[in-house]
């Protein structure tokens, strides 16, 4: 069946790729390498001119060494000796197939090549001659089966006639054997004498039916010997037995036997091929004694199906019989199937349309019937399938629309499995790459950003930094980066800011200030180097941070206002509000946030600020003792770092008016400039007093501590008082007009076990040595004679109204030596501090 070519039925020559064929061909074997059997090209009906551009070749396991083709011209030529033989050895008709690939389209033909037998094997006896042992007295009539000879060729050209010389003794016969295999036999004519004649050579020649007629010859020897008169006979004429491939060596195939009813050495029995095929023989050997045929080499069922073989059993007296031995070779699945890549289309755009042919494989497997039968598949959830073409070829085509972002590369694992037992699969992995379009615009890592900017930076500096990412590669993903022309305050954006293009990195292209221009917003867009070109853009939001580079200014009182003066009512109770500090910060935020504090103040303290108001309060109850005129320098100071501060100094007079003081303050504002001068040494003069001072105490202190030595009860509760109680609560209950009768100090030794109190700095209004009794002896009875403390407190306290200060002095000796007594009665030292401890705070309390 050969196709009609395009000019036959006009149609262009890219249809081919619907249309499928098959190209039968007839030829004889033994053709001369070279020979062309046919224009291929041109059967097929395809444009010669077009055949390389299509990629005309033969795509098979056959083709590769039996043909090839000549892609200029379509010729399709013998490449080596093709031998029917060979190929098919006795199966009728012969044929060798191949198949045509083409692309652009992609097509495939099929081709069937008939191969004809000729006469070219010359009929072929096994043994070279045929030895006869023919008993003497042996009767006319007598038949003697001889080895037959094989012609590999069919019809005529195997058939065989045997022509045997002449003689007068001997005659040619035949015998047909129930397979229809024709055996040539020596007929005995007349009686031998072996007296006579003991040996005879005759001449065997086996012809066939070829043209021209070829003949092979044998040499039948025949030995005249004495009488054996029994024929070792087969137990069958013919042995079939089924064998499977790939047997071990060694392995039984089939045991032939042979019975002869004579005795002694007439009756041993040697077995032995008489007639076998060369490839056979490699395969098979028998056992002379046993009639054992075993494996002696590989059973390959895919190299030959079937083994016919001829075996003789010999006797002691030279006796032969034959049998015929057919062993038929059993396919197992030993065949894994095999996987040929024909055609490759990597790599694969990424827009491609579902259907897209990828590749052409082609699947083989060498088994015969089930085993051969392949199921081809992906494996794997990917985007393809397979489906069948023509023969054994499978398309690899697209199922779905791919994207190269997410997966870029596919690695398509085909496998081929067979439908035998046990099944053998083969695997093939396909590299597929998917080429990228620009498909993806560039994508920020936010719709929106936020950059904070320090104040007074540098210009030229970079101050952010921002990053789109586009999936696709190359030219498609490269981006470019700008900045939205917009303006800020009249002034163009670019006045302010620019962008690196490639990297994204902004630049400042002046100093900000963040009392001028706190946030401004841009617009950049982010845009890739494909066609067309895809952008996207987002906002970046700068915000100004501000730096602490004002100082606080204050408003009030102005600073040049040095002589004003502020009235502090004498009878204004604690807390009396007297003026407040106003100050501002042009700076935000902690930079923003200001505290009052006093410069210096004297002791007493008279007045208190506000740290965070700048509210200036009396801290106690003004006396006619006490200083009526006070200078107070106050320091503003915000919470920047390094942290920036002005200074303003007050004016304050305690007086009930402004008439009590007038004449001193305007005696005050004429001589400003001496009593400056006169305060200069009246502090250098305090500061070394104060000096001197603090020496001789503590030198009165340490002479004190190592010669007093209290008693142990009253030194541990002392130390207990100092660890337990905290030196604020003393003046948290005390009050402005009366303070703490004993402040406290503590003399600290080497070894912090040597620690004690030591009393310091006694009121001037109360006697210590009236405080405290001089001798310790009165305490136990004190203790037992004196009223509860609650009684004290209320006496004591009626009379303090009544009678003023000095019966409040007595009052405190009286409550301090009760107190200190009760609590040295207590059991243990601790328990006496805490008696002490507890007695004096709510002493205090109440008397709050």
Not at 1 to 21: F, H, L, W
Not at 213 to 241: A, C, H, R, W
Not at 282 to 311: A, L, N, P, Q, R
Request: with cysteine.
């Amino acid at each position: 069946m050969v196709k009609p070519t395009d000019a036959q039925n006009g149609i262009s020559e890219y249809m081919d790729a619907d249309r499928c064929a098959q190209i039968n061909y007839t030829i004889v074997e033994e053709m001369r390498k070279g020979s062309i059997v046919s224009n291929l090209a041109k059967d097929l009906g395809l444009n010669i001119q077009k055949l390389s551009d299509r990629q005309f070749r033969l795509v098979s396991h056959v083709s590769e060494k039996y043909f090839s083709v000549q892609v200029d011209n379509g010729n399709l030529y013998i490449k080596d000796r093709i031998d029917r033989e060979t190929l098919c050895a006795a199966t009728d008709p012969c044929f060798l197939t191949f198949d045509v690939l083409v692309e652009k389209p992609l097509n495939v033909f099929n081709v069937k090549v008939e191969i004809q037998d000729i006469n070219d094997n010359v009929p072929k006896f096994y043994l070279e001659f045929i030895k006869l042992d023919i008993l003497e007295w042996t009767s006319p009539g007598a038949r003697f089966v001889l080895q037959y000879a094989r012609d590999p060729d069919l019809g005529n050209n195997s058939i065989i006639s045997y022509v045997l010389s002449d003689n007068q003794y001997f005659t040619l016969g035949e015998k047909i054997n129930s397979d229809g295999m024709k055996y040539p036999e020596v007929i005995l004519e007349k009686s031998l004498d072996r007296e006579t004649q003991s040996y005879y050579e005759l001449i065997l020649a086996a012809s066939d039916g070829g043209s021209p007629m070829l003949t092979g010859t044998t040499q039948v020897k025949i030995s005249v010997t004495d009488v054996n008169d029994n024929f070792p006979i087969f137990t069958q004429e013919v042995y079939k037995v089924t064998l499977n491939e790939n047997m071990p060596l060694n392995t039984i195939v089939v045991i032939v036997k042979a019975n002869d009813n004579d005795e002694g050495s007439n009756a041993e029995i040697t077995y032995s091929f008489s007639n076998i095929p060369e490839d056979a023989l490699k395969v098979f050997g028998i056992d002379s004694k046993s009639g054992e045929i075993k494996t002696k080499g590989i059973v390959d069922f895919e190299i030959t199906k079937t083994y016919e073989m001829s075996v003789q059993a010999q006797d002691g007296g030279g006796l032969v019989s034959h049998a015929n031995v057919v062993v038929q070779i059993v396919d197992i699945n030993d065949n894994a199937p095999e996987i040929t890549l024909n055609s490759l289309s990597s790599p694969i755009s990424e827009n491609s349309l579902p259907g897209t042919v990828v590749a052409l494989i082609n699947i083989h497997d060498k088994d015969s019937k089930e085993n051969s039968d392949v199921v081809c598949e992906i494996k794997g959830a990917l985007p393809f399938k397979l489906l069948s073409s023509s023969g054994h070829f499978f398309k690899i085509v697209t199922t779905t629309t791919l994207d190269r972002e997410e997966i870029s590369y596919y690695n398509i694992v085909i496998v081929a499995t067979d439908k035998g037992s046990p099944q053998l699969s083969t695997i093939k992995n396909i590299n597929l790459t998917i080429s990228d379009v620009n498909d993806n615009p560039p994508v920020f890592q936010k719709s929106n950003y936020v950059a904070y900017i320090t104040e007074n930076n540098l210009p030229g500096g970079s101050i952010y930094s921002v990053q789109a990412t586009d999936p696709d590669t190359e030219e498609h993903g490269k981006i470019t980066y700008s900045i939205v022309s917009s303006q800020v305050e009249k002034f163009p954006i670019f006045s302010f800011l620019s962008i690196n293009p490639v990297t994204g990195v902004l630049y400042a292209q002046r100093s900000f200030d963040y009392e001028d221009q706190k946030e401004f917003q841009i617009q950049i867009i982010a845009k890739d180097n494909g066609l067309p070109s895809l952008s996207t853009n987002t906002t970046l939001k700068i915000l100004v941070v501000d730096r602490n580079d004002n100082a606080p200014k204050i408003l009030y009182p102005s600073p040049e206002s040095d002589g004003m003066f502020e009235i502090v009512p004498l009878a204004s109770e604690q807390g009396y509000l007297v003026t407040k500090v106003v100050a501002v910060d042009a700076d935000s935020g902690h930079n923003g946030w200001l505290s009052y504090n006093f410069m210096q103040t004297s002791e007493p303290s008279y007045f208190t600020i506000g740290h965070n108001t700048g509210e200036i309060r009396t801290s106690h109850i003004f006396q006619e003792k006490d200083n009526f005129r006070h200078r107070l320098a106050v320091l503003v100071k915000d919470n920047g770092d390094p942290s920036l501060s002005a200074t303003v100094t007050l004016n304050l007079v305690a007086a009930e008016d402004f008439q009590h003081v007038a004449p001193e303050l305007n005696s005050k504002s004429i001589n400003v400039q001496s009593q400056s001068n006169v305060q200069f040494y009246l502090v250098i003069a305090l500061a070394l007093i104060c000096f001197f001072f603090m020496l001789t105490v503590i030198l009165a202190v340490l002479s004190k501590c190592r010669k007093d030595e209290p008693s142990t009860s009253f030194t541990s509760i002392n130390q207990n008082i100092y660890s337990q109680m905290d030196p604020q609560l003393f003046s948290r209950y005390s009050t402005a007009s009366l303070p703490f009768p004993l402040s406290y100090d503590v003399c600290v030794a080497l070894d912090s076990n040597e620690s004690d109190f030591s009393f310091l700095k006694p009121n001037p209004n109360v006697a210590i040595d009236s405080l405290l009794d001089a001798d310790n002896s009165g305490i136990a009875k004190q203790n037992i004679e004196e009223p509860s403390i609650t009684n004290s407190l209320q006496q004591c306290w009626t009379n303090k109204y009544r009678l003023g200060v000095l019966v409040e002095g007595e009052c405190l000796k009286y409550i301090y030596n009760s107190i200190y007594r009760e609590a040295k009665g207590q059991s243990s030292s601790k328990h006496g501090v805490q008696y002490y401890i507890e007695h004096t705070f709510k002493y205090n309390k109440s008397n709050t």
